[in-house]
């Protein structure tokens, strides 16, 4: 069993920047494919971001390309997302999620939230515009 925790979120500003931290205890997050879903009153969960657990591959919403980075702290046992140039449009319950899939993971694997086995309860981003 994998217990996620996130924290990091906020109120801010549009243009500000916040960064989100998962986490766990217990199992080393360097085992699993981790991916960054949020969702947003009255609509579905998206992705976000994702890093394979070899870090050497990411993926990215094109929503957030370009202004959201995901990296892994191996040393800390964390899954960070830096998230710049906010937007009013960012505002949502973010939340972290892990799966090891079999060989690398794939971006048709990292979008769907379904593939993913583990999930924690979420951090709320608020964006003022």
């Known amino acids: 069993q994998v217990q996620l925790v996130e924290s990091g979120g906020g109120l801010v500003q549009a243009g500000a920047s916040l960064r989100l931290s998962c986490a766990t205890s217990g199992r ?4 699993y494919d981790m991916g960054w879903f949020r969702q947003a009153p ?3 969960r998206e992705f976000v971001a994702a890093v394979s657990r070899s870090g050497r591959r990411t993926y990215y919403a094109d929503s957030v390309e370009g202004r959201f980075t995901i990296s892994r702290d191996n040393a800390k046992n964390t899954v960070n997302l830096q998230m710049n140039s906010l937007k009013s449009e960012d505002t949502a ?3 972290c999620a892990a799966h090891r899939f079999p060989g690398e993971m794939t971006v ?3 979008r769907f939230a379904t593939g993913y086995t583990y999930w924690g309860q979420g951090t709320q981003v608020t964006v003022s515009s």
Do not use: C
């Not at 080393?28 to 085992?31: E, K, N, P």
């Open 93 to 95: 319950v973010y939340y």
């Open 28 to 31: 080393t997050l360097i085992s």
């Open 42 to 44: 009255g609509k579905d």
């Open 108 to 110: 048709g694997q990292a």
